[in-house]
């Protein structure tokens, strides 16, 4: 029987260390300490477990890091230069999938670097803009706020069908975004991938969500941005015969300016859902990310 000692409370921890002439030595730790050190000993394995749990993200135009966020995998491409004052301006990129940021985003994103603006985005499936992708860029946004030293508004970037998921996330939180910029970026689930199609990321079937188009479709809720006056520019061809100019860009930027919103779209002739260098090395776009990330 061990008795404590003095001034000890009787709920500490008794740790014992047996020495080689078989005697003990005797440690005392108050159990609000050992509680403590367990805590930070199981977040530190959850952490690790984390950091682990999915694979390096491959084939970004740059060195960038891998992140884990909500369990998905996400990426974080930094720039090298520091903000003159304040916090970090970055990109948002839509969509992160197999391949996507590639080598085609290079020259753009090594003129936002040079700008000091990072990179990011996180893969969230084809979820076509569904509210489980959404809450995974909220995540993102908390990660890179609150532990990286992001700013608060980011300029969201949209290749294709990325442009359904970052306008429906970017109606719900208007507070987080300082612009939005697209490369013939799908804007109407009716359009692409229609309704059918993009039903079973909403876990509905096509009348399911055809009931509720208007709570999801960016076509629909462009209010809240245009109130927030956030500033959106594209740039989509009107030969796309994939994600057609006048059911997307074309329809955002007539109800937009008809809601008093600023939207500037270039549309190059001739040109469709293609890779012509043209949608990925346009100065125009380039200048509007770099003025609304660093304004």
Sequence with gaps: ??????????????????????????????????????????LFIADSARAQSVPQKSGLPFAGETLTVSGKQAFLIASSVAPA???????LY??????????????????FLDA????????????????????CYSALHSELTNHRGCSAKAVLLARSRGGLMTLAWAAENTDKVAAWAGIYPVTNIASYPGVARAASA???D???LTSQLADHNPIDRLKPLAEARIPLFAIHGDSDKLVPLDKNSAIVKERYNALGGSMQLIIPE?????????FFECQELVDFVKQHATR
């Excluded at 008795?3 to 000890?8: A, I, L, S």
């Excluded at 839509?94 to 003129?111: D, H, I, S, V, Y």
């Excluded at 001739?270 to 043209?278: D, I, R, S, V």
């Design 1 to 42: 029987m061990f008795n404590h000692p003095r001034g000890e409370s009787p709920d500490a921890l008794v740790v014992c260390a047996r020495r080689r002439s078989n005697s003990q030595l005797v440690f005392w730790l108050p159990m609000k300490s050992v509680i403590a050190l367990f805590s930070a000993l199981l």
């Design 85 to 91: 004052s304040g916090a970090k301006p970055w990109v």
């Design 94 to 111: 839509a969509p992160t999938l197999n391949g996507l940021p590639g080598a085609a985003e290079k020259w753009m994103f090594q003129r």
């Design 116 to 135: 000091g603006i990072s990179i990011a985005g996180i893969d969230v499936g084809e979820s076509y803009g569904n509210p489980e992708g959404r809450a």
């Design 202 to 204: 909403y876990k509905t």
């Design 206 to 208: 096509a009348p399911g």
């Design 270 to 278: 001739g040109q469709g859902h293609n890779m012509w260098t043209g």
